[in-house]
């Protein structure tokens, strides 16, 4: 899997760095790669964002017109790839944000600490947090008021050896998109960052100038004319038939659609049903569908009907998803954006050999998260003494079919 993620780095670069057509341009470089992954987060998904740990009372207010804080919040995360050495390590740099992205100054940029958790990047085919479940999971695709031939495709975990994983599981078609990392850079630094983590508000814009400053070659300064995409606002619908719509309002710089349920979470560890469903037309689960893609890529995957159309603002779970579910569902909606390209110094005319010192890359994207089906019925009021609460029992950590974290009321 580390050789298709690198092909696809490689893939894009080519792409980004093509000559004209008909041209024989010769290219060297990047010495430097940065790349800037801008998110909008609402819904449940704006109380995680940043690693917020959501709880009953904001999960209220939001669901009940609470203030506008925490409703909607962006996320960074910065990545400087360098095939250069520090000149005086560690590895450490700089980027220097305009005022409206009220993140101050500047946040600091620092290489792995010898020892320390690093993320994972390079695993298209399961989430970091996976977890096997204990009985069976049941996966249905396809947006429709009544499930496809051929579902749900049934796995038991109950029958495969420990530590065994059913083949194809997750996409391997649909792969994450990764041209900074480790494993491809002799200098590598990142924000967020062990010592350094904020989330910006809801009002905070990319807007303007940009310049990242290291001590792993020059200078990369561009300017964005694009910021962070609107907020998603997602609502569903019972049906008569028993499925369920759900319908979002249209985001203009958005270039394709992706959504996906759960269901059962509150069995799992009994051995209980796990539902998994998915908005794709075909049998397409996790990858660089939970993450960002290229708008190429996305215009790609909404032809082969993977991804919903940019246009389109509805899509019916099945009848049979919300029957196998239960009473309850965790729903996930994510919206690809636009990128923005730089390259230094521009490109030569004619053949001339373009000799790039660095690139950028700013890529974009809306999602949001929600409760499918939840009855919070008498759940806003409070009762007994004030001044003496009643303790709350322990819970287990809330998390998905595939380990993800989930907010507590989703299970």
């Not at 509150?266 to 539902?275: L, N, Q, S, T, Y």
């Not at 003494?385 to 299970?411: F, M, N, S, V």
Request: net charge positive.
């Amino acid at each position: 899997m580390r050789s298709i993620l690198r092909l696809v780095s490689l893939s894009a670069l080519a792409a980004t760095l093509a000559a004209v057509p008909g041209s024989a341009q010769r290219t060297t470089g990047p010495k430097e790669r940065y790349e800037m992954d801008a998110a909008t987060a609402s819904g449940f998904a704006a109380m995680t964002a940043g690693g917020g740990k959501p709880g009953l009372g904001s999960a209220m207010g939001m669901m009940f017109g609470g203030g506008p804080e925490g409703k909607v919040v962006h996320t960074l995360d910065l990545r400087l790839g360098s095939n250069q050495a520090p000149s005086n390590p560690p590895v450490r740099g700089e980027h220097y944000f305009e005022p409206q992205a009220k993140l101050g100054k500047s946040v600091p940029l620092l290489g792995p600490e010898p020892g320390k958790y690093m993320p994972r990047e390079e695993s298209d085919e399961m989430p970091q947090n996976f977890e096997r479940p204990k009985g069976r999971m049941l996966l249905f695709w396809g947006c429709g008021a009544k499930a496809g031939p051929g579902q749900p495709v049934i796995i038991d975990f109950s029958k495969l050896a420990a530590g065994q994983m059913p083949p194809n599981l997750f996409t391997t078609t649909v792969p994450r998109v990764r041209e900074v990392m480790t494993t491809n850079s002799k200098s590598y630094a990142a924000w967020p960052n062990n010592k350094s983590a904020k989330v910006p508000p809801a009002d905070a814009s990319l807007l303007g100038a940009h310049r990242v400053a290291s001590n792993v070659g020059s200078d990369i300064s561009f300017t964005l004319a694009q910021d962070y995409m609107p907020a998603l606002n997602a609502q569903t619908t019972m049906q008569g038939d028993g499925s369920v719509l759900l319908r979002w309002n249209q985001l203009a710089p958005a270039t394709g659609y992706v959504a996906w349920a759960f269901g059962g979470m509150d069995r799992g560890d009994a051995g209980g049903d796990i539902v998994w469903w998915t908005s794709s037309n075909a049998r397409e689960f996790g990858g660089g569908l939970w993450d960002w893609l290229p708008p190429a890529t996305v215009a790609k995957l909404v032809g082969q009907k993977v991804v919903m159309p940019p246009t389109q603002t509805s899509c019916a779970i099945p009848a049979e998803v919300r029957k196998a579910a239960g009473e309850m569902m965790f729903g996930n909606l994510n919206a690809f954006g636009p990128e923005a390209n730089f390259a230094y110094p521009p490109k030569p005319a004619g053949n001339a050999v373009w000799d790039i010192d660095w690139t950028a890359k700013v890529r974009f994207r809306s999602h949001t998260a929600l409760m499918i089906g939840a009855d919070f019925a008498g759940m806003g009021s409070g009762g007994g003494d004030a001044a003496t609460p009643a303790e709350k029992p322990r819970k287990k950590k809330c998390k998905g079919p595939l380990g993800i974290p989930l907010p507590p009321e989703a299970c």
